[in-house]
């Protein structure tokens, strides 16, 4: 069964912040004997139509997204579709084929094979062949396209779910009263049920008692059902079957079997792929969220739009990665229930956690890497800690690499990135973050200077629990000059919780840390105060500066200025870490 509330269609070309599907690792190469010889078999990660997808358009074309690079020959006489006519493929990228067809019929379903000849670069076939079906539109009637259990089935649980697989998606309202679930057809004995539609054309019947031991159960969908939306289609005749019951009741909560990547490997192949994970029976997706990840996982998810596919009649779900992964980032999933078809819950946390091999960057830099921040911003009066005023704004900023090594980011009040209203310059070193300067004609507090006199260190580089000290000045002509102390510390390495998103939204060894920068103006012959700057920083692996926590206090203006700041990638639109996306 395919995932339930989809978040959106599949991106087979999958672009983003993480890098091109196309990229594979150099174990995949054979002729390079000082290389480790690949012998990972691979595996399709992705499909377009989804298994069991309804509606489907008379020409769309077929797409198939395997876990690595794959050998292009291998395809030959490898690729079915039935029916179909007119088939042929070609290869978008060496991860992704994409298949034509003459022209389908309505009302038809769709089988597709793709077989275990197909092969990787290094000569890895897959470890058997791959079928999936779904069903093209049909503009005349609702059909039954599948149910669970299937007619004829026999020693069904007793408590089992029904569900029930149409053409198009249900008129909900029109299921009362056109649905009957009976063990005596001409008895008419009816068993109450409640009913949902848990995904477009998917509706489950939950029987309200116990299904009768050994009894043949019928299921009767009248023509009075609908279909969803203003065509209102019904179905040309009743739709009847009916399977049998055993003795038994399932009692028993379905359980994770497997996982691949295997949970707490710590050095899981920028390569791998895909991720999936296995129960001991079929699982209700509608069941199966998600109740806490860590922010980069999650974004590697968004910004690549995918979801998950169920195969192995619900017992599988896999989700295709982008390649490579970024070196050195966490993947943490906690679900805290989920359960079977027959409403067994299991309620003991699975916590999923592994690292991608290699060293994570924490001070990410790509010539073009766009961010969204959300503020909340408030200002008040030196010894009162209520504020006088608040606020909270949207910004966006862009990195913007030199010739000379260092990089700009460029900040801006919308996303459509074209007026810079303040930019600051950086430089990493091998042993500093350092800050070079700014230019801000915003504020009336700071100076509007391009340089400073020399770079200011701001973050040992790599990041580690410590102390340093800096300072610089700051020569600006017209205004005189400036001069920024700064003490640092790195206290600490920790798991962080976003704020406001109630613990789902977690950033993974993510590390704190605290600056102080006292900032004077030269006044012949002291230097006298101008503001004192307190910053809490969070930075996490492959994400860089996600939090800022920011407090400033101005003594000639006896007033003091509080912001607080998240930083995320953009990926297209605004989005909220207070009110994320969900998993299916």
Known sequence: MQSLDKLRSLTFVLIGLVGAIGACSSDDSPSDPGEPTDTTRPVVVDVTPDPGEIGVALTDSVHVVFSEAMDPASASGQISMTPGSGVGYAWYTSRHLAIGHAAWSEGEEITVTVGAGLADEAGNTLAAAYTFSFYTVNTTELVVLETTPAGGTTGVNRDTSIILRFSAGVNTSTIPGNITI???????TDFAFNANEIETGVVLLDPVDTLPASSPITVTVGTGVQSDGPSGLSLAEPYVFTFTTGVDLDTTPPTVVSVDPVNGNQS???NQGYFSMTFSEPVNPDSLEPTRWNLAFLFLIEANDVSPIWSDGGRTFTIPL??????????SIV???FADLAGNVQTTDYVYEVKIAGTADYVPVADGQRFAMETSYEEGTIGDPDPTYSDGYDSYAEIDTQLD???????????????VRRWEAYRKTASFLQWLGFEDNTSPNTPDKEDFDSPLDILPLPIAVGTWTDQTTVSISGEGSYRATLAGQVVEKLDYDIPGSDGYVFVKDAWRVVRVMDVEIFDDPD?????????TLIYGPTLGDVI????????????????FTIRFPYIGMTKSLRHPTGWR
């Open 335 to 337: 679900f805290d229930e």
């Open 268 to 270: 899981v192949p920028a």
């Open 548 to 563: 800022t926590s920011q407090y400033s206090e101005y003594e000639a203006e006896n007033s003091w200025e509080r912001q």
């Open 527 to 535: 230097w006298v105060p101008a503001f004192v700057q307190r910053d």
């Open 182 to 188: 009976t063990d005596n057809p001409l008895l008419a």
């Open 322 to 331: 982008p390649s490579p992964l970024p070196a050195g980032m966490p993947i």
């Open 405 to 419: 090594g260092s990089y700009r980011v460029n900040q801006y009040d919308s996303p459509d990135f074209l007026t």
